[in-house]
């Protein structure tokens, strides 16, 4: 199983950002996928899932604006970040869920993306 | 949303030793929490999931109990490698809320 992300980035605060993930060594159609980040020096935070079928959810602060989507075909999953905040800073990480559960098996190895003018 | 207390914030141990974290969910979550290992630079890691499977691979001086809203991470007979931080994550439902992460250092 590879995760690796990309696209990350520096951008001015209510610009937009699309990163991708694209993902090798399993199944990709089958698994639910997860957007997680991480703020500099700080904790895990929980941004969005993608089910197999294409049904999301989004955390709170992120809702309205950012949008997770993934194409099996390419085998890549994205998330398409609108109107950033100096806030969204922070190492983003995409993971695949574990078999059906809100658990995370595998993880990239994660995107910098730096919002600030 | 289902708020993750996790404690204590860092620790000091030394090699060999057995350390303990804990992690208080501000509701029952039936048991359905991970524990994650993260290496400075590095990714996390899937530990423990259910609150007591081992996920494969993972050394059997790891190991996770509790229920309800109480959890724990028991890591015995610390090994060099096992100086990390760990995190705790709500399984149960959206949002999927993570503790605020415990740094396990060497004394």
């Known amino acids: 199983v590879q995760l690796v992300e990309s696209g990350g980035g520096l951008v001015q605060p209510g610009k937009s950002l699309k990163l991708s993930c694209s993902a090798s060594g399993f199944t990709f159609s089958s698994y639910g996928m997860h957007w997680i980040r991480q703020a500099p020096g700080k904790g895990l935070d929980w941004v969005a899932y993608?089910?197999?079928?294409?049904?999301?959810v989004y955390a709170d602060a992120v809702k309205g604006r950012f949008t997770i989507s993934r194409d099996n075909a390419k085998n890549t999953l994205y998330l398409q970040l609108n109107s950033l905040k100096s806030e969204d800073t922070a190492i983003y990480y995409c993971?695949?869920?574990?078999?059906?559960?809100?658990?995370?098996?595998?993880w990239g190895q994660g995107v910098m993306v730096t919002v600030s003018s | 949303d289902i708020q993750m207390t996790q404690s204590p914030a860092s620790l000091s141990a030394s090699l060999g030793e057995t350390v303990t974290i804990e992690c208080l969910a501000s509701?029952?979550?039936?048991?359905?929490l991970a524990w994650y290992q993260q290496k400075p630079g590095k990714s996390p890691q899937l530990l423990i999931y259910?609150?007591?499977s081992l996920h494969t691979g993972v050394p059997s001086r790891f190991s996770g109990s509790g229920s309800g809203t109480q959890y724990s991470l028991k890591i015995n007979s610390l090994q060099p490698e096992d100086f990390a931080s760990y995190y705790c994550?709500?399984?149960?439902?959206?949002?999927?809320?993570f503790g605020s992460g415990t740094k396990l250092e060497i004394k």
């Open positions: 994550q709500n399984g149960l439902s959206a949002p999927l809320t």
């Open positions: 993608i089910s197999s079928s294409s049904g999301t």
């Open positions: 993971a695949r869920e574990y078999y059906g559960y809100n658990y995370f098996d595998y």
């Open positions: 509701e029952d979550i039936y048991d359905i």
């Open positions: 259910d609150a007591s």
